[in-house]
């Protein structure tokens, strides 16, 4: 358990240095995007390709991929019974929410998750992979059709393909499985990258919260109520049942199933209701509700797992 609080208040401590450096100013407005894009097309698919190139693939797409895809698919699927009995949100907002419910902030903060409270950066790799290869495309794809009310399959199935985290992760995987080890010139300057990920994906959150006024009077309060509480109560207890009843997995591999599992919202699900434009309150609010909430979640499910 101490190394669990340890790794939450390492990353606390960055996030808020993030927040103070925003509120001071540093590095003027456009900081936390500048961050953010370096972060996303550089630092973290260099992470993402040495971690993968020095792992064993093979373990990491069986039980903890099962996991996270009936934790997510039952956790969007209790968003969307509450909302046929009770919300009524027209279909585009009901997707998003359930995207909320269910798609997992895997890259900006489960990264420095998986590496100072796991212990082991390929523990996300799983959920990064089902999220931007199936779960992304599915929300897009109905996004699309609910929006328009036609199908564009090139438009979602470029989508991965043009992630550079996928792409990186993708090449990691090949040399993996190849069984090739790259030379010393070769990943020496992708670890230095890789190193910059998570302070940088860390800075940037921080510099997120500050301004941040949620829930206001007339925005959809219920919607996000609901979104958040499935985020950070259901889907962390329906990543347990899976992973220890229908899988029997071991204590430490529920416990890393149940703490993915726990993570808050993607932000991703923002710039998808973005795209469309539609559900983007309840996704910026469900967003910043789940980020706020999922340290306590966090906390509590590292005792009663542990």
Do not use: C
């Not at 995007?33 to 996303?40: D, H, K, Q, W």
């Not at 980020?291 to 509590?300: H, I, N, Q």
């Amino acid at each position: 358990m101490g190394a669990v609080l340890t790794g939450f208040a390492i990353i606390a401590v960055v996030v808020a240095v993030g927040y103070v450096a925003a509120r001071l100013g540093v590095g003027g407005p456009e900081a936390r995007t500048v961050l953010n894009r370096v972060g996303f097309f550089v630092a973290s698919p260099a992470l993402l390709f040495t971690v993968l190139a020095r792992a064993d693939v093979g373990t990491l797409v069986r039980a903890p991929l099962a996991v996270a895809a009936a934790s997510a698919v039952v956790s969007a699927g209790v968003f969307v019974l509450v909302d046929r009995l009770w919300l009524r949100l027209p279909a585009p907002e009901a997707v998003v929410g359930a995207a909320g419910s269910g798609y997992v902030n895997a890259n900006n903060i489960g990264l420095p998750v998986a590496v100072y409270v796991l212990g082991d950066a390929t523990a996300v790799v799983p959920v990064i992979l089902l999220q931007l290869l199936v779960l992304a495309p599915v929300v897009l794809l109905v996004l699309d059709a609910t929006t328009s009310g036609r199908l564009s399959w090139r438009f979602v199935l470029a989508q991965p393909v043009r992630n550079p985290i996928i792409l990186g992760s993708l090449a990691g995987a090949v040399v993996s499985v190849s069984g090739w080890t790259p030379p010393a010139p070769v990943m020496a300057p992708l670890d230095i990258l890789g190193g910059a990920a998570i302070p940088m994906i860390l800075l940037a959150f921080g510099m997120s919260l500050h301004g941040t006024r949620p829930l206001r009077r007339g925005e959809p309060r219920a919607a996000v109520g609901v979104a958040s509480a499935v985020k950070l109560a259901v889907m962390p207890v329906v990543a347990f049942v899976v992973a220890r009843t229908v899988l029997g997995l071991d204590d430490a591999a529920a416990a890393s199933a149940v703490t993915l599992a726990a993570l808050p919202t993607a932000q991703n699900v923002y710039n998808y209701a973005a795209r469309f434009g539609r559900g983007e309150i309840l996704a910026r609010d469900t967003i910043l509700v789940t980020t706020l909430g999922s340290p306590a979640v966090l906390v509590v499910a590292a005792l009663l797992v542990a």
